[in-house]
């Protein structure tokens, strides 16, 4: 294979395997409303992010075309927190496994407009700025994307990691679960067997006194 083929290969696969540690999106939202995204991060993992509102018209933005953004771990920590901003950008490293929440919230406005939101995610090795990579290396176009591919090849690794030892956590808590529930179970069948012995006595005692037995 030629190196100019090559090139073009790792090119590719380090578009396709970087889209998938990345999350573009446009939304909209109506005054007074909240849209929440969500993204699994793990510990020590970067993660960039970038919103603003489009203008629908040429010139500034109106007043009522402001946001509350609110960036949150799963644990409840604040990472970023914008108020009746239009365009704002955030930066963390992750210190807790888990879903990392960005919320929107649309001022209230009467009479009601709709936003319109651009808004991109990115963690790991997607979050890494490599244009700067690439100019403070004065590295060439192979050798940009082979570090690129390397980047990403070790970033699954990683991810494959945490996956795998969250897996061993469902797996650990299900057996727990269904060691509980098999308690649960058991303990509910000595019940029933009590009541039905307790009611079988009741009765047997009942007819002797009425001597029908």
């Known amino acids: 294979m030629s190196t100019l083929n090559l090139g073009l290969v ?13 999350e573009s999106m446009r939304f909209e939202l109506d005054s007074g ?4 995204i969500s993204e699994d991060i793990r510990t020590n993992a970067m ?16 007043h009522s075309h402001k946001l509350t ?6 644990y409840g920590h604040s990472y970023h927190i914008g108020e009746d901003v239009d365009s704002g950008n955030f930066a963390f490293t992750a ?11 649309a ?6 407009v709709k936003i319109t939101v651009d808004f991109v995610w990115r963690t790991g090795v997607g979050a890494k700025d490599w244009s700067q990579v690439a100019k403070k290396g004065q590295v060439d176009t192979l050798e940009f994307e ?26 650990h808590l299900n057996k727990e679960t269904n060691s509980t529930m098999a308690a649960l179970s058991f303990f509910s ?15 047997k005692t009942f007819f002797q006194r009425k001597k029908l037995l």
């Open 95 to 105: 210190t807790e496994n888990g879903a990392y929440t960005s919320c929107f919230w």
């Open 10 to 22: 790792l090119i590719i696969l380090g578009f396709m395997l970087e889209t998938k540690m990345g």
């Open 107 to 112: 001022i209230n406005h009467q009479p009601p």
């Open 47 to 62: 993660s960039v992010g970038k919103y603003a509102i489009v203008n629908p018209h040429q010139g500034s933005l109106p």
């Open 69 to 74: 953004v609110k960036v949150s771990s799963p």
């Open 146 to 171: 082979l570090k690129k591919l390397y980047d990403t090849v070790t970033y699954i690794h990683e991810e494959m990691y945490y996956l795998r030892k969250r897996e061993e956590e469902m797996q």
């Open 189 to 203: 069948i000595v019940v029933c067997l009590s009541v039905a012995g307790l009611q079988v006595w009741h009765l």
């Open 33 to 36: 409303q909240t849209k929440c």
